[in-house]
């Protein structure tokens, strides 16, 4: 049987929708779940203005979610236990460059960081049978937010997360390369060195690096003096170094915006990553973090997104968690029209 050729489209390609998944769990969020669902409800209901949103809610928490999301946003009842659904939710490929087919990697919560988790591993296969798209098992454990890709046969992702021996230990990194390129149809991968230093993911490539086009890829920079300048100075040599699978040259665009923003609570003071945005149709949904850089990012995002509308949300709980806006969101890819069509 012939096998199918294989591209999982960049995110700036179009959608036929935005995948969350609400938050409902108080062992997890502690006082702050209502301002977490909050944020969710105005993140989700922002995106619905550019692209259909679907919310996986865990059955008991579904009537809270529409209530919050109102009627724009679909709310659907589905076994989760967490809500960073980019991490694991299903990836979307295309096969034979006209269907959309789920891949289902394995899901063991960051290196078994954080329990129960055996919903979430479930997840891909019954929200594809939701959404009536075939979904296909991928023996080896991968969130999304260790990965971007350029549509184009690149993938960029770091060293830090996807050879840590909390996920696939019994993997060499030829063999982790040899699984990626088959799943999801890449043909070179750029191994940056690092995430954060004190990243709860092991260092996801979401953090530090995002794709504006392709060979365009944001950087993440440190100030001076802090315990990521080092590393991410390492990360742009070798992006420097590296050219894509269509042998481009990389165009870096530096994000030197970092502000260390106090998020309360427990966790205190954290980093705020602005690169860590939405691409939905036709805009850019960027975190912000309630400091004089929002300006400053939200105009360099705005200079490098010219055709898309720019919007900024306050994500300070959410951030908490660890993640921000890239981080609870998955984009569906559209089926491309066909001839004739």
Known sequence: MKQP?????????????????????????????????????????????????????????????RRQCGKNVEVVGLPVDDSWLRDNGPIFVLEDRKKVVGRNFRFNAWGERFHPWDKDDALPDILCDHLNVECRPVDMILEGGSIYTDGEGTLITTKQCLLCPNRNPTMS???????????LGVRKIIWLPWGFHDSQTDGHVDGVAAYLAPAKVMLQSSP????DESRFK??????????????R??????????????????????????????????????PLA???????????????????????????????????IHCI?????????????
Not at 173 to 183: D, F, H, V, Y
Not at 236 to 243: D, F, I, P, S, Y
Not at 329 to 341: H, I, L, N, V
């Open 173 to 183: 990194q030829p063999e982790i390369e040899a699984a990626l390129q088959e799943s």
């Open 290 to 324: 309630g400091a004089p850089e929002d300006d400053e990012a939200m105009a360099l995002l705005r200079k490098n997104f010219p055709d898309r509308k720019v919007v900024g949300l306050p994500v300070p709980n959410v951030r908490s968690g660890g993640g921000a």
């Open 234 to 247: 390492e990360n742009r040599a070798v992006l420097e170094a590296a050219t894509d699978a269509r042998g």
């Open 329 to 341: 969101t998955q984009q569906m890819p559209a089926e491309p029209a066909q001839k004739g069509d």
């Open 5 to 65: 050729v294989v591209r999982t489209p960049a995110e700036w390609e179009p959608h036929a929708r935005c995948l969350m998944s609400w938050p409902h769990r108080e062992d997890m969020w502690a006082e702050r779940l209502k301002a977490v669902q909050e944020e969710y409800a105005a993140v989700a209901k922002t995106i619905a203005q550019f692209e259909p949103v679907l919310m996986v809610a865990d059955p008991g928490s579904g009537e809270d979610a």
């Open 224 to 227: 001076p003096g802090t315990p």
């Open 249 to 286: 040259k990389f165009q870096i665009v530096d994000m030197p915006f970092l502000p260390d923003v106090d998020v309360g609570g427990d966790v205190g003071v954290m980093h705020h990553i602005y690169a860590n945005f939405y691409l939905p149709n036709g805009g850019v949904v960027v």
